[in-house]
């Protein structure tokens, strides 16, 4: 029974309740040691009823081994009698086979594996529910507690209850907490009543059974220990009936405090301390007991005669680790055995340890602290030096490098393999751990600083930058005069700098560089902040490596921006290199294709290569790397006139991002997210994400996402029909420098600045503009792009044929839907009614299944002028659905399959069938077959040219 946790009893209650009914979530339990939180997680355990439990316990001596907290967790539901991998989609599955060690090759993708996890967590949830409890998170490894957080932050749609208990100030971001304080006097008097008439203690001795506690020393009690549970009991047990009645005063200091538990490790016989420490650093019981016979441990002198090089004059423990490993196997006598289960039993009857299957743990945490503080560091080293002689792999690695005494080549190769094998598996927060303490044992200055960059770059795939950055600065000082590892510390100085801190340093360090990667490095830095003349330096640098897709592209750009595109050979190469398109594999190639095809002018290109970027990154295991890709791929959707695929794009990057620490992506999906809503006429939701944009892009000089913020602020004038106020805007966008401002938005934002100088009557300023798009527009190819460019000469020059010629190459149905609400306007005015109304009303259409309100209103009050009463007709049934709801049906179209779609998008299956389970009805469908019939109706529908 638990006293004085009704509110926190109801809240788990709450949270079992809404798993039950699909709408399932996660909650932490904060709180200092022996408050009451593995209380609380037994409770839930109990409460759980037919829904299925899962739990898994951090151990400290496994904190640094990737994926042990996982493996415990899921070990019932992936063990072949019980095993439900089958049924995740074919990467999640391997991801998660790999990770777990049940398979060779790893995906080394941790959203990937973290998406497989939820999905074998969403179907060990059939059919009553799950329950996922996590005691001791402080301790679980990074891998796991990264593939669990993923998981625990997207259970809204699931049957799945999550609770972690966390001691200390360990941040757990995106789940709400419960702080557990200590108990008032009323509940510690309850409490200690009922475990003193308990008829014995833990180590069966009495307590003087019938003896209350008097309730002056309880609330005397409850002051000196915070009311916290463990010690109220504990101190109570130590305590004369004589002081318990308040008869006598209580000792000064209290018993127990900071050595709660040390009074009864000191009261242990020497074999049974030695066994203690065994336990306190390693888990295993098999490896307990055979490390206590190595050891030499004897039940007839009360000695323990290790037998090892660690005690041995000039011997170190990790030698004597390996001596123990590779020169003899090791001697296990029955005496030496039995020694060690004897121990153990005194252990378990002390109350101090449990005993479980193959395992072995202390009944509290504190009891392990108070062991290990209790040995002198040689025999803590002696211990790890035996059980690195008995381990294997991963273990025997920790295990040396614990013994280890001043640096050793040889341990520190056996944990960057440990590190490799972790990474192999995107166990990349565990990898960087594993090179810290390899590069701290390691001699060589150059190799140590080798490490320190790679523990550097897996600490940055983790998700912990700010890691990531202090590594790197120490490799950098440690790299002396290499000049190849201070080069590669400067590129990753470069890529850090550039995904979350300052765009211009970036620049400043990666101009340093001339190797091809490195230039390209320069390349994109100097894009992001907007920096012309940069951008054609590197450009140039480059026309010294060989010809090859990389090369052609940074060479072709700098070409165009310089003024030599046509004569100097840049439109040629950028032609060439977008020629090779069906050569490319990488993620990143896309998106270096994506910035050729922008730069010829052709927006509608670079979209759709994007999107391909985004499909690709999504299946290649590109670590880490995805909300930086999905920057592009929702930006180019939005430039396709897909405005809810692109807001369901940067929603999930947002997301993922702001997981990683990924700043400057932040920004871009914020940015982009407020141009979404400026179209949409949110105006205090654009102003909002537009703010926050700015206020990340402005100070790391990140001009790009600056401009698109601005741009955002733009078109919402221009949506309201606030011209004048548009045409600021536009104007202070294009005046922008680099930092402030991009090259790029001015481009693809003339047709808007066009139409807001034309609309606040400033002429000249839309023919400026005109001449400048132009020029840039000049060698574009592909129909949608000579479309913007003759609906551009169609305003300024008042020209209802130039707006006729754009309709006839509109591939966008958004852009047609402005091109042809600007004719019908033009149509109207020109007293000709019934040739505008068709236009005005297929425009509003549009905008309606767009959810572009103000232009849809726009159109409307066109269409009223012309004499229809312009009432708005019902929408498409698909504008019912949320934008990731029209994502699935978009994919079920296509022909995928749950798993497929769950694998594409980094759901569970069950989450894809409970978004269908939604979209059915508010469709008023019952079918695959007519969703996807729905859709390609859709599709058909607004990519007709006659609508317009």
Known sequence: MLFGRSAEIAAIDDLLGRARGGAGGALVLRGDAGVGKTALLDLAATRAGSMRVLRATGAEPESDLAFATLHQLLRPVTIPSGGLLDALPEPQREAVRGALGLAGAASGDRYLLAAGVLSLLAEASVPDGLVCVVDDFQWVDRASA???????????????????????????????????????????????NADITSPTTRSGASTGAGVGVEAGVVRELVALTGGNPLALREIVRLLSPAQLAGREPLPDPLPGG??????????????????????????????????????????????????????????????????????????????????????????????????SGAGVRFRHPLIRSAVHEAAAPADRRAVHAVLGGLCEGDRRAWHLAAAALGQDEEVAAALAATAARARERGGYGDAATALVRAAELTPDPVSRAARLKDAAVAAWLGGRPGQAESLLAEARERAGSDPVTAAEIDQLRGRFELNSGSAAEAVRILSAGESLSMLADAMEAASYVGDTEAMIRFGGRAAAHPEGFLRDVLVGIGLMLSGDGADGGGHGLLVRALGRVGELTEAAEFLWATAAASQLGEADLSAELAGRAGRVARVSGMAGQLPVVLEFVATGERISGRLAESQALSEEGLELAREAGYGNTVAAHLANLAVLAALRGEEETCGRLAREALAIAVPHRVGLRAGVAAYALAMLELGLGRFAAAHDRFTAMAQAGPGAGHPAVVWRSAPDRIEAAVGAGDTRAARAALEAYGRRSAHARTDESRALLARCHALVEDDAGGFEEALRLHANPFEAARTGLLLGERLRRAYRPGEARPRLRAAMETFEAAGARPWARRAQGELRAAGESAEPAPGPLLDALTPQELRIAGLVADGLSSKEIAARLFLSPRTVEYHLYKIYPKLGITTRTELARLVVLRKAGTARQDML
Do not use: N, W
């Not at 301390?273 to 390693?282: H, I």
């Open 146 to 192: 990264d593939a669990l957080l993923f998981a625990a932050r997207r259970l809204s749609t699931e049957r799945i209850a999550m609770l972690l208990s966390v001691r200390g100030t360990l941040p757990v971001k995106g789940l709400p907490s419960l702080t557990l304080g200590g108990l008032p006097p009323d509940a510690a008097t309850a409490l200690l």
């Open 258 to 355: 900071a050595q709660l538990f040390g009074e009864q490790v000191a009261a242990l016989s020497p074999q049974a301390r030695q066994v203690a420490l065994l336990a306190a650093v390693e888990g295993d019981l098999d490896l307990v007991l055979r490390a206590a016979a190595r050891m030499g441990l004897s039940t007839d002198s009360g000695r323990v005669e290790p037998h090892d090089a660690a005690h041995a004059p000039g011997g170190s423990s990790a030698d004597a680790g390996r001596a123990e490993s590779h020169d003899r196997a090791p001697v296990l006598t029955s005496s030496s055995t039995d020694a060690g289960r004897v121990a153990l039993h005194e252990l378990e009857a002390a109350g101090l340890v449990l005993v």
